[in-house]
């Protein structure tokens, strides 16, 4: 059996606008919600002004120039200090690609761009019943049971 090439993963920039939009892909079959990534994409200029900027990181996990994992988070900026935290927002891996390192290895990019940037901490929440990502996130971290609120915000 022929060993499998392990992807590149790097981070993704302002010039990587279709690669994004194939991570965004991804990600809406790996959650089976295509409709909420793929039907109303933002405009290339949103995108570019989105990796470009500073709070927002993407990394990519590709296989040649198929995007086969991905991670998005925000870098939050503290106020009480000159620091700030990470917070993933999606994490997946198409699942023919799942149970390889990939998603471990997309955490380990983003905690060395998290050091560059002097962050603190990177957190994450995992539903429950999501045992496959409760089980890599208490591999790398320490876990915290909270309680999570979504608010509505009020129309003007």
Do not use: W
Request: aromatic letters at 8%; hydrophobic letters at 40%; charged letters at 25%.
């Amino acid at each position: 059996m022929a060993k499998e090439t392990p992807p590149t993963i790097r981070q993704l920039t302002a010039c990587d606008i279709s690669t994004f939009r194939q991570m965004l892909a991804m990600f809406g079959r790996a959650f089976e919600e295509v409709n909420t990534y793929v039907e109303e994409q933002p405009a290339d200029a949103y995108l570019e002004g989105l990796l470009g900027g500073d709070s927002f990181i993407a990394v990519a996990a590709l296989i040649g120039e198929s995007v086969v994992g991905g991670l998005a988070a925000y870098e939050l900026r503290k106020f009480e200090r000159e620091r700030s935290e990470i917070y993933i927002y999606d994490l997946a891996v198409d699942e023919e690609h799942r149970r390889r390192g990939i998603a471990t290895g997309l955490i380990e990019h983003l905690k060395q761009t998290a050091s560059r940037r002097g962050a603190y901490v990177i957190y994450v929440q995992a539903d429950l019943g999501d045992e496959p990502a409760i089980a890599l996130y208490t591999k790398l971290g320490i876990r915290e049971d909270v309680l999570h609120f979504d608010i509505t915000p009020t129309d003007q």
